[in-house]
């Protein structure tokens, strides 16, 4: 049956749409079609379900293990697609640079195959690609939360950025970012004239030697061809003249000239003529014809005039010629290259002769960037150090209706040894789950339950902000209960509105608030234990919440709608 849900709010134009899998452990051929929104994945303990974080790992390029393949199967393989219209991330220069093909209507398509002998293959829009090409897309389109680690909060670089987003700072830290960028290119100017005395010399001789021989050799752009010309002509003077003579003796000089010939046959037609006026036609062709032959022996006689068998002429130009090319092997493959080449040598030795004044123009131009860059980082940490307090109280706030009543969760701002590209700051995400204890980064948090809601609290407060589009969950309800449970559904459909999320859950109380609501159930075919799943309608859902509510009661299942409802 197919069921079609309501849009938990905003349209998501960035999701996952339909995840493929074929000979993965318990599934034989598995199609899932996923909706916008909040998407739950329910089912008996041991019927699959960890089978579909564990496929979406491996097509974002998670090492695969042989050991996953089918019983009976010598390959594995999964297909993800995705709808990335509204993907902030530059991904068609992303696919562009590593020679992948682009999207079509906005379908990004990823595929992993690997087989029993170790073989592994993979695919972008049908493009072959690497593994390390998988993992860096992933990054951009799905966040894991659980047991598999594919986290980006637990970074701080990513805190730092969503740090940033969350206080709208992106165009402070792009400001700041450009005057890095703007200073390692003037500090890259000044080593290029700080060098010691033997190496400045040495390049000083090198440049004024490749400027000289450039400007004495008065290159013309388009001057190549015409010599190279000249030198054939000249190379073959001899045998050019030759060819031309015999062709004025065939037209006026030989022994049986065919001018001569020509004008017996005119005579001839104008009898013709003479005696049937209908041939008049016929001499006229002959006198075009005459004409044309009169008209070749004049040019070709200028021709032969000019062929100038001169072995000065022909050494000059063939001089000119291997100058010609060997500046080509030098400096470039055209006489523009090369005319480029000395122009910028002329450049970087003007820059040498005057190293002095030079220098003091670079080191005026770093103080003051210098100082422009310490006054544009201490503003942006002082503008993160406002923000901080605000993004602590609402995260705690969510990690309170989460469960962790007396939790700690801090933000810690320290200077950095060099300026980053994002300014001088470091930062790190902490947290305590229990009161007494001290808090500590969040990649140190060990129990995946924790971790898990942690990054729910995160999402929560961060949805509008955060880039990555598809978040899935896996043991959020790890060690919850009661009412807790209700604010985890209720908060992942709240993420919903902004993000698709996709929920592995035991709980009745965090899928019932899902827009969709599937079930993983073990099958038994032909003597074969098969996982399959199902998109389930309201009546379906009703059925499926009561059964993890205890089974199929009058008071189970009220209570299954009362959920719903």
């Known amino acids: 049956m197919r069921f079609q849900p309501p849009n938990s709010g905003d349209e998501i134009l960035t999701m996952l749409t339909t995840l493929r899998i074929k000979n993965l452990a318990l599934v034989a051929d598995l199609t899932l079609e996923l909706q916008p929104g909040c998407n739950v994945i329910t089912g008996e303990t041991g019927a699959g379900k960890s089978i579909i974080i564990g496929a979406l790992n491996l097509v974002l390029g998670e090492r695969a293990d042989r050991a996953l393949i089918r019983n009976g199967s010598d390959s594995c393989s999964v297909e993800a697609v995705l709808n990335v219209k509204g993907l902030r991330a530059p991904l068609p220069g992303f696919l562009e640079e590593n020679g992948l093909e682009p999207c079509e209507d906005h379908q990004l398509v990823l595929k992993r195959t690997f087989t029993l002998t170790g073989t592994n293959r993979q695919f972008v829009n049908g493009s072959a690609t ?217 450049r970087q030795l003007q820059a040498l002769e005057s190293r002095d004044v030079e220098l003091e123009r670079l080191n005026a131009a770093l ?31 969510q990690l309170e209706d989460l469960g962790f009543k007396q939790s700690k969760f801090e933000i810690t701002l320290t200077a950095a040894a060099q300026p980053l590209a994002t300014g001088w700051d470091e930062l790190e995400f902490q947290f305590a789950p229990n009161p007494g204890e001290p808090a500590k980064p969040l990649r140190a948090i060990a129990s995946s339950g924790e971790m898990a809601r942690v990054m729910l609290a995160l999402k929560t407060v961060l949805a509008a902000e955060d880039e990555i589009p598809v978040l899935v969950f896996d043991e959020v309800d790890a060690n919850v209960g009661g009412e807790t449970a209700h604010t985890v559904g209720k908060k992942m459909r709240q993420i919903g509105h902004n993000r698709q999320v996709l929920c592995i859950t035991h709980l009745p109380q965090v899928a019932a608030p899902a827009d969709a609501h599937y079930v993983v159930t073990k099958q038994v075919r032909e003597g074969r234990t098969t996982s399959e799943i199902a998109l389930l309608g309201p009546a379906e859902r009703v059925t499926e919440l009561a059964r993890m509510l205890g089974g199929q009661s009058q008071a189970a299942r009220r209570h299954a709608e009362e959920l719903l409802g």
């Open 367 to 397: 103080a003051k960037l210098h100082a422009e860059l310490v006054r544009t980082g201490r503003d942006l940490t002082a503008r993160r150090r406002k923000i901080i307090p605000q993004l602590a109280r609402a995260a705690s706030q």
């Open 130 to 346: 690497t593994l390390a090409t998988l993992a860096e897309l992933g990054k951009w389109l799905v966040d894991m939360h659980g047991p598999h680690d594919h986290q980006s909060l637990l970074h701080p670089a990513r805190q730092l950025a969503i740090l940033d987003a969350y206080g709208n700072l992106a165009g402070e830290r792009a400001a700041f970012a450009e005057l890095l960028r703007q200073r390692a290119a003037l500090e890259a100017e000044k080593a290029a004239l700080v060098v010691d005395e033997k190496t400045y010399a040495q390049q000083l001789d090198l440049l004024r030697f490749q400027v000289r021989e450039i400007e004495a050799a008065r290159l013309q752009p388009e001057e190549e061809a015409t010599v190279e010309a000249e030198f054939n002509r000249a190379s073959n003077a001899a045998r050019l003249l030759q060819l031309s003579q015999s062709v004025l003796d065939g037209l006026s000089e030989g022994d049986n000239p065919l001018l001569t010939q020509a004008g017996i046959i005119g005579r001839a037609l104008q009898e013709l003529q003479r005696v049937d006026p209908g041939a008049a036609p016929l001499l006229e062709l002959h006198a075009s014809a005459l004409a044309t032959y009169r008209e070749l022996q004049s040019e070709l006689s200028h021709y032969a005039d000019k062929v100038d068998v001169d072995p000065a002429r022909l050494a000059e130009v063939e001089e000119r010629l291997n100058l010609i090319h060997t500046l080509k092997r030098k400096y470039g493959a055209s006489l523009t290259d090369v005319l480029a080449f000395g122009a910028e040598a002329k």
